[in-house]
């Protein structure tokens, strides 16, 4: 029995593995096609950022000449975190690699292990660019941070547990509604997205995470991109979990429910970027806390629940 | 009775340090390191065991009986002091060497041996006029080494401000224990849990030994006294001495009956202390300043842990207590660690360039390899990153936090903004280690005396890397210590010995060492493919331009600007500004700096005031002889109304 047990729980470890490795690159695909199809171009493929991943891959790297071999370490673990923190959210069907009560903190811990890795390579270039890139990014993540505890809290409280694959289960309630809202504005914000900031902008002066990876090229700017996409499921997944009732359903069921939600949440992200114009960097600090506000109110409404 | 004659070898050897320290400086070394060897395995041999040590002699010190007692709680404090104060002494041997410092190493290694002896003495003494002689002698250690280098004027000053602020929590702490010792009747300390009416005293003990441990708005020495110290010093006060602040809150908040409503207050105070502790960090431009004031930031979230494990108290939860408690003492060992392990850096740092100023800094790396790599480490631990301590001690608390929003009940009211604001406190603290390590050690050297740094000697680097290991293996194995922290736990509050060891914790551990090994892997793939394709080394991305020079990197100021404007309500900068104007402008500068809010608007202002008040009545004692013989006139009057009317 030990031995089929083990044997299960490596079948899971690929599979997760293999959903967040392989698949995360095709939201940003998703996403674009979205923008594309509002502004009726044809924009690029749906696997674009496939091809990329590969061409970087097989290309050589030019590191500044101030970068030391911290830069490529930084840009590793800073990669690795974010995949580990997936790893750590049951995938529908596929449990997670580890649960345990307290998980949830791991993982935005995670998220902010990866954040530290980022801002280190990119200050190791002492480029002014990259140091204004990171000064937004820790100062902004600050207030994201504040709203993912906050949801967080919330989750806590409604399912009685910090554990992540029970704190994960949706209750109706328009506390949801306010929490879905919150974390929306979350996952813009972490993953680098309109109306925080243009994935897409070619002037350095507005960039936020394009910046702190001007210096980055071949197979690290391969890696930071992955990481990035990585992100950006993670958050879609954390949003159609909260929402979706997927534990309550068969394998297959969850499964098509899951990426049925997730391409929505895809398609969400690429409406708002194609209908909002990225904000001034002075309205980003009130977006965020707005954002914590709505975790915030959803967190009194469960509270309320629980009063009655 | 192997405890008892341990701890007096060590004291012998502490003593024979005493000794040696001004004539024989290599015997001193090893009798400093045997002492605080034999300390720290006593220590942790109390701990893994949970015994309790006691000792009381008919041997009388100031008319009072020695009486010394060894338990979990002071177990804690004493295996770090010893840890940290063995480790000190060692890089002090380099970095405070004897050719360069003739004079003051001397007096260094002196009151070094005196300040180490004295907290041990603080820890281990049951008696509490014992404890008051303990308590200034080590004040007044502190002080000396402080001011190792009185020539200079800002360690003059840092210096009186610390002898100032500390005898004023001294002063509390006499009323604290004279107090307890006129209701009990006698001076001996111990649980008396069952003397409701000693509850009040507990606010004298808050405030007196709040001072100590630097709990804001009372940490107005701790920034320039840290600053100004040498780097071992401020390594042994920062890690330590500050510590026993906490000591005697957590002690007497152990032995004492406690105020129902004190949990709360020092959940409130931790929170306050955690946050702006790390908002005044982000605005400082100074290494060690900056440091210092994320000393203010730990001890908030120690106490927030202590604080909460009173309110669980309060509710009969042991579950939620222990936890809370067991991350609180944790966090002390944690603190200790890698402030050290920061301070030793930043004296490394120091030692090399001259200089503290993070804007004159810059592409150390280059030259100081190891100093960054454990100064990295070190960031990230107090950043409360995984895989690494500080994240073990702070999951810890928020475990027992969250175990009240679980089961809710009133203590929800705390709990909640306590975890907002903590989780602030952590990207907060993310922030600023970012700035400092960026700006300090990555990019271009800002100055030729940055340029031209070199590395820390063997002497100066085993400390940290044995600090560091330290931050490592509590990280990545917290589960070995949980029995240790247990058992202080016990000591604190009996009825929580049992606590099972949360299941959690041996998965948490199994993840970060899964999480270490595949970073591990993922650097090795990356690197070695990046070797593989071929690395070229090109001029830094600036938009295009072909000529950055290092001052148009990002500065320290510009870094935190944001942060600092989002608290400037409490920071108060002063801008010196010459802003460019006209089509040629010739010069323009900016400026920043981050006052001592709390010293220069609130602290001054009222000691001018008490000036302003004793100006006036100085008035009264003018010399002049004609005045004395009015007054007394006037009190024979004054006496012969009284005698008239009562009669």
């Not at chain 1, 590793?76 to 307290?102: E, H, K, T």
């Not at chain 2, 002699?57 to 009072?64: G, L």
């Not at chain 2, 107090?179 to 004298?204: H, I, N, V, Y």
Request: aromatic share 10%; net charge positive; glycine share 8%.
């Amino acid at each position: 029995m030990q031995i089929l047990h083990f044997l299960s729980l490596v079948f899971e470890l690929l599979i997760s593995l293999v959903v967040w490795l392989l698949l995360a690159p095709l939201l940003p695909g998703i996403v674009n096609k979205v923008k594309a199809w509002v502004a009726c171009r044809k924009g690029p493929r749906l696997f674009q950022l496939y091809y990329d991943l590969a061409k970087l891959w097989k290309r050589g790297v030019v590191l500044s000449d101030l970068a030391s071999p911290g830069f490529i370490a930084a840009t590793a673990v800073s990669w690795i975190a974010i995949l580990a923190a997936a790893l750590l959210i049951p995938l529908g069907p596929v449990n997670s690699l580890m649960s345990f009560s307290g998980d949830a903190l791991l993982l935005l811990y995670l998220l902010a292990l990866s954040r530290f890795c980022t801002s280190w390579a990119a200050l190791e270039t002492g480029s002014a660019f990259e140091g204004m890139g990171t000064a937004r990014e820790v100062s902004f993540a600050i207030l994201t941070e504040t709203a993912l505890i906050t949801a967080v809290l919330t989750l806590a409280l409604k399912s009685s547990s910090l554990t992540l694959s029970l704190m994960l289960t949706p209750t109706p309630g328009a506390g949801t509604l306010l929490l879905i809202s919150g974390l929306f504005a979350a996952l813009l914000a972490e993953s680098c997205r309109v109306p925080v900031d243009d994935p897409n902008t070619h002037l350095e002066l507005t960039m936020i995470h394009e910046a702190m990876i001007l210096d980055h090229s071949g197979p690290l700017l391969a890696a930071s991109l992955h990481g990035a996409a990585m992100k950006l499921l993670l958050f879609s997944v954390l949003l159609v979990k909260i929402v979706l009732p997927l534990g309550e359903l068969s394998g297959i069921e969850s499964t098509v429910y899951l990426i049925a939600g997730i391409v929505l949440v895809c398609i969400a992200v690429g409406l708002v970027e194609s209908f909002l114009a990225r904000y001034a960097f002075k309205k980003v600090p009130l977006f965020l806390t707005t954002a914590f506000l709505f975790c915030f109110f959803a967190l009194l409404t469960a509270w309320k629940g629980f009063a009655q | 009775m192997t405890i008892g004659l341990i701890l007096a070898t060590a004291a012998l050897f502490h003593l024979l340090g005493l000794v040696c320290s001004m004539r024989a400086p290599r015997a001193w070394l090893y009798s400093n390191s045997v002492a605080n060897g034999l300390l720290l395995a006593t220590s942790i041999g109390v701990l893994c065991t949970a015994t309790e040590w006691e000792w009381k002699s008919t041997f009388t010190v100031a008319s009072e009986q020695v009486h010394l007692r060894l338990d979990g709680l002071s177990s804690i404090f004493l295996s770090l002091l010893s840890l940290i104060g063995g480790l000190g002494a060692i890089y002090a041997w380099e970095y405070w060497s004897i050719q360069k410092h003739p004079l003051s190493a001397k007096w260094g290694r002196f009151f070094w041996s005196l300040l180490s002896l004295c907290m041990a003495l603080v820890l281990t003494s049951s008696n509490g006029l014992h404890f008051l002689i303990s308590w200034e002698l080590f004040a007044l250690s502190a002080y000396f080494l402080i001011t190792l280098q009185p020539q200079k004027k800002e360690v003059r000053n840092a210096g009186w401000l610390y002898l100032a602020v500390s005898h004023a929590g001294s002063l509390l702490l006499f009323a604290f224990f004279a107090l307890l010792a006129q209701k009990t009747g006698c001076w001996d300390l111990g649980p008396m849990l069952e003397r409701t009416d000693l509850s009040t005293l507990f606010w004298l003990a808050l405030l007196g030994f709040g001072v100590k441990a630097g709990i804001f708005p009372l940490h107005i020495w701790l920034p320039s006294a840290h600053a100004n110290a040498p780097s071992h010093v401020s390594a042994l006060m920062s890690g330590v001495a500050i510590k026993m602040g906490i000591y005697g809150i957590v002690r007497f908040s152990g032995w004492l009956p406690m105020p129902g409503s004190a949990g709360w207050i020092m959940v409130v105070l931790g929170i306050v202390s955690a946050v702006l502790g790390v908002v005044f960090a982000l605005g400082q431009h100074d290494l060690k300043r900056l440091l210092a004031y994320h000393s203010v930031e730990n001890i908030g979230i120690i106490l927030l842990g202590i604080g909460f494990a009173m309110v669980a108290i309060d509710h009969g939860k042991a579950a939620w207590g222990a936890f809370a408690m067991a991350g609180a003492l944790l966090h002390i060992w944690n603190h200790g660690m890698f402030k050290s392990l920061l301070f030793l850096g930043a004296g490394s740092v120091l030692h090399s360039t001259g200089t503290r100023r993070m804007s004159d800094l810059g592409g150390l790396w280059n030259k100081m390899p190891w100093t960054t790599a454990l100064f990295a480490l070190g960031s990230a631990a107090i950043a409360g990153l995984p895989p690494l301590n500080g994240f073990v001690s702070e999951w810890l608390i928020y475990l027992g936090m969250f175990s009240s929003v679980i089961q809710p009940s009133s203590a929800l009211l705390i709990a909640i903004p306590s975890i907002i604001l903590l989780a602030l406190t952590g990207a907060l603290a993310l922030a600023c280690f970012v700035k400092v390590c960026g700006v300090v050690f990555l990019g271009a050297p800002r100055t030729p005396a940055a340029s031209h740094a070199h590395e820390c000697g063997l002497w100066m680097r085993i400390p940290m890397l044995v600090l560091a290991g330290g931050c490592v293996l509590i990280g990545l194995a917290p589960f070995l210590f949980w029995k240790l922290l247990i058992s202080a736990v016990a000591s604190w509050h009996g009825t929580w010995e049992l606590t099972p060891m949360p299941a959690a914790l041996k998965l948490l551990s199994l993840s970060h060492i899964l999480l270490t090994l595949a970073a591990t892997a993922g650097f090795l793939l990356l690197s070695r493919r990046a070797r593989q394709k071929g690395i070229q080394r090109r001029l830094t991305w600036d938009c295009g331009y072909t000529g950055p020079t290092p001052r148009m990197q990002y500065t320290a100021g510009s870094f935190a600007g944001t942060i600092t404007e989002w608290f400037s309500w409490i920071l108060r900068i002063k801008r010196h500004e010459k802003l460019p104007c006209g089509i040629f402008p010739q010069q323009a500068h900016l400026d920043k700096h981050t006052p001592e809010t709390v010293l220069e608007k609130i602290i001054e202002p009222c000691a001018q005031w008490i000036l302003w008040v004793s100006r006036i009545i100085r008035q009264f004692q003018n010399g002049r002889t004609h005045v004395y013989i009015l007054y007394i006139i006037l009190g024979l009057i004054a006496l012969a109304c009284m005698t008239i009317c009562w009669s």
